[in-house]
């Protein structure tokens, strides 16, 4: 069988890809993604490769040429955050769903698999355990559940038009594993909280809502079902999670690490959704209380009918999950794909870093080494932060793929440089770090004809720009350190890799700066439409 896989790229996606590659009824696999990963690792390098973005009608005729020849499609593209961007998230994941379904039909498609939810359900106040019949009309105040209504109300429609196509809908659990702890925090809890502490302590005192509980199902577990679901041709909806229930007083032993002396102190749940809500307001806290309403709410499932026609059941507990969900909280820990990227600057290889006691050979003027590498780090540090707010502020437009993918690259390489600076002995300098930093900022402060908190159509012109001029200089300064590879101890090739980088680079703003420019100044023309 041929499988398709539309959010290859993601916690589980990455997952599916994982054990459909394993499975040897599956002959081939195709993933479908917005941002590509990297390919020479697995289990991204086991597929091959399709660039999409769902969120506008036009993908449909060249998704579906991509989609010929496949046997199935599963479909698990899910946009989270931005939380304010709601038109941006309906687009992607109500009429993303509709847009992968027609093309898979146009492509000769008859069977498809769809990552519904638990928060599709309608609320409930006890824990009495419910089946797939229960009704779908979601929980007030949540705006993932109210979409994944929305989702499910597609699949109805479109099964109703395509009376020979056959959908699965899985609704799974929360779903969690060591790899997504960096996504995790980025997407709900936030940079500014010391997860890393976790590593060395676990709070034997927990402060959770009154009545919380939760269902969970490992990444892989659920990877299994949704396979199962594609080679069996299955229909319907199915509840996916593990056997076990997290009330508060399993969430505090998880979380606790198993302390004897692990207490769970209730909390009103009026008085926590208050405090989220106002995080959330003042940026402090990605996730909106819409979560707490959804985690409070949502029924205890029942997965009977995925065990009886499935054949599937877990092989992890929820307990067992969410300690996964931990460590890789603690550690940062993801994938090389962009949704999945770990916490941390990290260098890929460092077989390729000199020794830890290397130092520079007497052939090269080590204090002036010192200051050039360290005026790079300088540009590279202003570099991040300029183009990371750049896919935040324009992750609506069909640019965000490359601003994205540029982004996690200069993010890589300044971590290279600074790994590379350390085992020089060259000390980091903080100064002209921060003076760069500071600069950048300030730059953002600059008139653009329009209101303060507008984006002019300008602007994305202008950021461009000023950042294919950083990834030139960045180019030059690779150039220059490979011409002194042998006394930095490094393969004039890793300095190589990373001009073909910069090029790479170079083309991608290109391809922003090309989008921009050709509607920044007309009138007539939305800078920030949805098609290119």
Aim: charged content about 25%.
């Amino acid at each position: 069988m041929r499988i398709a896989v539309v959010g290859a790229t993601g916690n589980v996606g990455t997952a599916v890809l994982r054990h459909l590659s394993g499975r040897a009824e599956v002959d081939a696999v195709l993933g479908i993604a917005r941002r590509l990963p990297d390919t020479s690792v697995e289990p991204y390098g086991s597929a091959q490769w399709h660039q999409a973005d769902i969120q506008s009608s036009d993908v449909i005729p060249e998704l579906a040429d991509a989609l010929r020849g496949y046997d199935v499609v599963i479909h698990l593209a899910w946009l989270i955050q931005p939380n304010s961007e709601r038109s941006l998230l309906r687009r992607v994941n109500v009429d993303g769903t509709r847009h992968v379904l027609e093309a898979a039909a146009r492509a000769g498609i008859r069977q498809a698999v769809v990552a519904s939810s638990v928060g599709v359900y309608s609320p409930v106040e006890d824990a009495t355990p419910r089946d797939e019949t229960w009704s779908t009309e979601g929980v007030p105040g949540s705006h993932y559940s109210e979409d994944k209504v929305a989702q499910e109300r597609v699949l109805d429609e479109f099964e109703q038009q395509h009376p020979d196509f056959s959908i699965a809908r899985l609704r799974p659990a929360l779903v969690f594993q060591r790899g997504a702890g960096s996504e995790i925090q980025r997407y709900f809890i936030g940079s500014i909280a010391p997860v890393q502490l976790l590593q060395i302590f676990r709070p034997p005192v927990l402060p959770l809502p009154s009545g919380v509980r939760a269902q969970a199902v490992h990444a892989d577990d659920l990877a299994a079902a949704y396979a199962q679901a594609a080679l069996l041709g299955a229909h319907g909806a199915f509840n996916i999670c593990a056997d076990d229930l997290l009330d508060g007083k399993g969430l505090a032993d998880v979380i606790s690490g198993r302390s004897p002396a692990a207490v769970q102190v209730p909390l009103p749940a009026s008085v926590v959704r208050g405090l989220i809500k106002a995080a959330h307001r003042a940026r402090v806290l990605p996730m909106d209380e819409g979560w707490l309403d959804l985690a409070r709410h949502v029924p205890v499932m029942d997965s009977g009918r995925a065990r009886e026609q499935l054949d599937w059941s877990p092989r992890h507990t929820a307990a067992q999950a969410l300690e996964e969900l931990i460590e890789g909280l603690a550690a940062g820990e993801g994938h090389p794909s962009l949704p999945l990227r770990p916490r941390d600057l990290q260098v890929q290889d460092r077989s390729e870093l000199p020794p830890t006691d290397h130092l520079v050979g007497e052939q090269v003027d080590p204090v002036l080494l010192r200051h050039y590498m360290a005026d790079h780090l300088a540009g590279a540090t202003a570099g991040v932060n300029r183009i990371k707010r750049m896919a935040a502020d324009y992750v609506d437009t069909p640019v965000f793929p490359e601003i994205s993918e540029a982004a996690e690259a200069i993010r890589r390489e300044r971590g290279f440089l600074i790994e590379l600076m350390k085992r020089q002995g060259f000390p980091r300098a903080i100064g002209s770090a921060a003076v760069a930093w500071a600069g950048e900022r300030a730059g953002r402060l600059k008139p653009n004809g329009r209101l303060p908190l507008d984006r002019s159509p300008s602007t994305l012109v202008l950021e461009a720009e000023i950042m294919l001029s950083a990834v030139t200089g960045k180019l030059h300064g690779w150039s220059t350190m490979k011409d002194h590879a042998e006394a930095l101890g490094v393969d004039p090739g890793v300095f190589q890799a990373l001009i073909d980088d910069a090029e790479v680079q170079r083309e991608q703003l290109e391809t922003v700066h090309r989008y921009a420019r050709h509607r920044a100044f007309r009138p007539a023309r939305d800078t920030f439409d949805k098609t290119r």
